[in-house]
Protein backbone atom coordinates (compact mmCIF):
# COMPACT_ATOMS: atom_id res chain seq x y z
CA UNK A 1 0.00 0.00 0.00
CA UNK A 2 1.14 3.36 -1.38
CA UNK A 3 2.02 6.26 1.85
CA UNK A 4 -0.07 9.29 1.60
CA UNK A 5 2.10 12.48 1.24
CA UNK A 6 0.34 14.82 3.65
CA UNK A 7 2.62 18.05 1.99
CA UNK A 8 1.00 17.36 -1.43
CA UNK A 9 -2.24 18.02 -0.84
CA UNK A 10 -1.51 21.04 1.60
CA UNK A 11 -2.20 24.15 1.05
CA UNK A 12 1.11 26.35 1.15
CA UNK A 13 2.11 29.92 0.90
CA UNK A 14 6.01 31.73 1.29
CA UNK A 15 6.07 35.19 3.41
CA UNK A 16 8.44 37.75 3.23
CA UNK A 17 8.90 40.54 6.51
CA UNK A 18 7.52 43.98 5.38
CA UNK A 19 10.18 46.18 4.71
CA UNK A 20 8.49 49.21 6.89
CA UNK A 21 6.15 47.03 9.85
CA UNK A 22 8.73 44.19 10.75
CA UNK A 23 5.98 42.29 12.61
CA UNK A 24 4.02 42.07 9.41
CA UNK A 25 4.86 39.55 6.64
CA UNK A 26 3.24 39.10 3.14
CA UNK A 27 2.43 36.49 0.51
CA UNK A 28 5.06 36.31 -1.67
CA UNK A 29 3.07 36.74 -5.25
CA UNK A 30 5.22 33.80 -7.14
CA UNK A 31 5.01 31.69 -4.13
CA UNK A 32 1.19 30.31 -6.05
CA UNK A 33 -0.30 30.70 -2.54
CA UNK A 34 -3.50 28.91 -1.93
CA UNK A 35 -4.20 29.89 1.73
CA UNK A 36 -7.17 31.98 3.16
CA UNK A 37 -4.64 34.91 4.25
CA UNK A 38 -2.45 37.21 2.42
CA UNK A 39 -0.27 38.92 4.87
CA UNK A 40 -0.20 37.58 8.89
CA UNK A 41 1.28 40.12 12.05
CA UNK A 42 3.38 37.49 14.56
CA UNK A 43 2.98 38.80 18.32
CA UNK A 44 3.76 37.35 21.58
CA UNK A 45 1.00 36.06 23.06
CA UNK A 46 -0.98 38.16 26.24
CA UNK A 47 -4.06 36.17 26.28
CA UNK A 48 -3.52 33.74 28.98
CA UNK A 49 -5.40 31.12 27.77
CA UNK A 50 -2.38 31.55 24.59
CA UNK A 51 0.02 31.30 27.26
CA UNK A 52 -1.05 28.11 28.87
CA UNK A 53 -1.05 26.46 25.71
CA UNK A 54 2.18 26.69 25.35
CA UNK A 55 1.70 29.31 22.53
CA UNK A 56 5.50 31.20 21.96
CA UNK A 57 4.23 33.28 19.25
CA UNK A 58 0.43 35.02 18.08
CA UNK A 59 -0.25 34.84 14.62
CA UNK A 60 -2.92 36.75 13.11
CA UNK A 61 -4.48 38.24 9.98
CA UNK A 62 -7.73 40.89 10.02
CA UNK A 63 -9.33 41.64 6.43
CA UNK A 64 -12.50 42.86 8.05
CA UNK A 65 -13.17 39.74 9.33
CA UNK A 66 -10.45 37.44 11.45
CA UNK A 67 -9.51 35.33 8.88
CA UNK A 68 -6.14 33.59 11.24
CA UNK A 69 -5.68 33.77 14.98
CA UNK A 70 -3.70 30.91 16.38
CA UNK A 71 -1.37 30.49 18.97
CA UNK A 72 2.36 29.39 17.36
CA UNK A 73 3.64 26.44 19.64
CA UNK A 74 7.12 25.28 19.18
CA UNK A 75 7.55 21.63 17.89
CA UNK A 76 10.61 19.36 18.08
CA UNK A 77 12.03 21.39 15.68
CA UNK A 78 13.64 24.35 16.76
CA UNK A 79 12.23 26.53 12.96
CA UNK A 80 8.67 24.99 12.81
CA UNK A 81 6.05 25.97 15.01
CA UNK A 82 2.23 24.48 14.93
CA UNK A 83 -1.05 26.11 15.10
CA UNK A 84 -4.26 25.97 13.90
CA UNK A 85 -7.53 27.03 11.97
CA UNK A 86 -10.48 26.39 12.99
CA UNK A 87 -13.25 26.60 10.42
CA UNK A 88 -17.02 27.71 11.96
CA UNK A 89 -19.40 26.64 9.31
CA UNK A 90 -17.66 23.18 9.10
CA UNK A 91 -16.85 22.82 12.57
CA UNK A 92 -13.54 21.02 11.98
CA UNK A 93 -9.96 22.32 12.90
CA UNK A 94 -7.21 21.60 10.83
CA UNK A 95 -2.93 21.95 11.10
CA UNK A 96 -1.14 25.00 10.30
CA UNK A 97 2.39 24.79 10.21
CA UNK A 98 5.19 27.80 10.08
CA UNK A 99 8.02 27.05 9.26
CA UNK A 100 10.83 29.92 9.63
CA UNK A 101 14.10 31.29 7.65
CA UNK A 102 15.18 33.53 9.98
CA UNK A 103 18.32 34.18 7.09
CA UNK A 104 15.54 35.37 4.93
CA UNK A 105 13.31 36.91 7.32
CA UNK A 106 10.23 34.90 5.67
CA UNK A 107 7.83 31.77 6.40
CA UNK A 108 6.69 29.06 4.52
CA UNK A 109 2.99 28.08 6.10
CA UNK A 110 1.55 24.70 5.60
CA UNK A 111 -2.41 24.65 5.76
CA UNK A 112 -3.28 20.57 6.13
CA UNK A 113 -7.39 21.11 6.20
CA UNK A 114 -9.52 18.45 7.73
CA UNK A 115 -6.15 17.13 9.42
CA UNK A 116 -5.31 18.07 12.77
CA UNK A 117 -3.15 15.13 13.96
CA UNK A 118 -2.19 14.61 17.68
CA UNK A 119 1.61 13.62 17.08
CA UNK A 120 3.34 15.79 14.30
CA UNK A 121 6.13 13.60 13.59
CA UNK A 122 5.30 11.93 10.61
CA UNK A 123 4.27 15.47 9.04
CA UNK A 124 7.39 17.37 10.41
CA UNK A 125 9.47 14.60 8.64
CA UNK A 126 7.80 14.94 5.38
CA UNK A 127 8.63 18.75 5.38
CA UNK A 128 12.17 18.23 6.32
CA UNK A 129 12.68 15.86 3.61
CA UNK A 130 11.38 18.64 1.08
Not at 23 to 28: E, G
Not at 38 to 62: E, H, K, M
Request: with cysteine; aromatic share 12%; charged share 20%.
Amino acid sequence: MKKKCLTATAKKGVFIQNAIRKDIFNVISNSNSNLPFCWFRISTPIQPYLIAQGARYVADSNEGIKILHTGLKPTNVNTIYSGDMYNGTTKVRSLLLFCADPSENKYTVYLFEGYFPRILTKVLNEILAL
